[in-house]
């Protein structure tokens, strides 16, 4: 009776959270809309599909490698957060460095237009906050605590709209010269304020867990390695997706793109081959 009861409250805190999200996320849209005018929407439109897949890079299935095994109880939980969060940390800090020195390099050959070498340093940072936000998001959902994660995801929203709402109603767009890049930068606040919220919950909750002391680092690597053919399809598509705003890019993303995406989806439906990929 208790754990369903304890699977209704979850249910019902995530479809709360996400309600209020996509509420919150149409209202900052439209705040967007106005802030930015059609060229720097454009601007805004073309840098995020480049963000989502670092992102997917940067995370690499990790959270829900630690969701599955804290649920699963395979190894003790700090040990396991700790490898998790090393490991976010050895991919995202050198994916960032790569990202702000090859910033100009890549505003000319994806976007051929140097306006986007700021946006691109400026979303940069946002990839360690994204990690271990998720990581600590994957902790929450493997012992079944979704309060802080929906807590999480809906104030990082609020925070953006707060933000966006005090600079047309009380400063002013004009105020700013560049306003895609304050847009952009609101993406790493709103992560930060998210990992601010679930990183406090995490020490409160900070307490002797159960756990099966085990090899966690290869316990660990088993769910990430079958994770890796799905990811590297996702960043691949929205590479892509990018790629449709750009003229210049579509024949050859059509023509490439699709055939790796087809191989990797073909890994991902071969099990025996994940571990090919290590």
Do not use: C
Request: charged share 10%; hydrophobic share 55%.
């Amino acid at each position: 009776m208790r754990k369903k009861r304890s699977l209704w409250w979850g249910t019902l805190t995530l479809t709360g959270a996400a309600v209020a999200s996509r509420g919150l996320g149409l209202v900052y849209r439209m705040l967007l809309a106005r802030f930015l005018g059609a060229e720097g929407l454009g601007f805004f439109q073309m840098i995020f599909p480049f963000y989502v897949a670092l992102v997917t890079l940067a995370v690499a299935g990790t959270p829900v490698a630690v969701s599955q095994l804290i649920a699963e109880e395979h190894t003790n939980p700090r040990r396991l957060m700790r490898l998790a969060l090393i490991i976010v940390t050895v991919v995202s800090v050198p994916l960032i460095g790569l990202v702000i020195m090859l910033a100009k390099p890549l505003a000319v050959m994806l976007y051929h237009d140097p306006r986007f070498i700021p946006l691109i340093i400026t979303i940069a940072p946002a990839l360690i906050a994204v990690g271990f936000s998720a990581v600590l998001r994957g902790y929450f959902v493997g012992i079944q605590q979704l309060t802080y994660p929906a807590l999480s995801q809906v104030s990082e929203q609020l925070s953006r709209v707060v933000i966006l709402y005090t600079i047309l109603n009380f400063i002013g767009r004009h105020a700013f010269h560049n306003a895609p890049l304050v847009a952009v930068a609101l993406i790493p606040i709103g992560e930060g304020v998210s990992l601010v919220i679930l990183a406090l919950a995490y020490v409160r909750s900070y307490a002797p867990l159960a756990g099966v002391m085990s090899h966690t680092s290869k316990i660990l690597l088993r769910p990430l390695a079958s994770s890796i053919p799905v990811l590297l399809t996702l960043a691949l598509w929205h590479i892509w997706g990018m790629g449709r705003h750009l003229p210049q890019a579509e024949s050859l993303m059509g023509s490439i793109g699709l055939t790796i995406l087809a191989y990797l989806l073909s890994l991902r439906l071969t099990g025996p081959t994940h571990h090919r990929l290590l």
